[in-house]
């Protein structure tokens, strides 16, 4: 069964930066690929960024420049680096295994103005 737990999240001013961290357990992590998406209240879940297993990287457009995917398959998690935030970066921030189709239980993040 994969497990994927969030860390890191909270509470920013605008212009700030956060981490977080996505740990797995359950999965073969080198070979899978792995991706952030967010939920912000009355919004559809989207694409904030994904990482295969040979480290290519895809971002949506929202955050391309400002965050950057990484992965440690030595620790099994992926990271998020979120940098010039902003207030509509608030959201709900999900792991999730793009194989296993598996989420975690989601990370808030929230962005003052």
């Known amino acids: 069964q994969v497990q994927l737990v969030e860390s890191g999240g909270g509470l920013v001013q605008a212009g700030g930066s956060l981490r977080l961290s996505c740990a797995a357990a359950?999965?073969?992590?080198?070979?899978?690929?792995m991706g952030w998406y967010r939920q912000a209240p009355g919004k559809q879940r989207e694409l904030v960024a994904i990482?295969?297993?040979?480290?290519?990287?895809n971002y949506g457009e929202a955050v391309k420049g400002r965050f950057t995917i990484s992965r440690d398959n030595a620790k099994n998690t992926v990271y998020l680096q979120m940098k010039s935030l902003k207030p509509e970066d608030t959201a709900v921030y999900y792991c999730?295994?793009?194989?296993?189709?598996?989420w975690g239980q989601g990370t808030q993040v929230t962005v003052s103005s």
């Open positions: 359950g999965l073969i992590f080198s070979t899978s690929g």
């Open positions: 990482i295969t297993s040979g480290y290519k990287t």
């Open positions: 999730t295994s793009l194989q296993s189709a598996s």
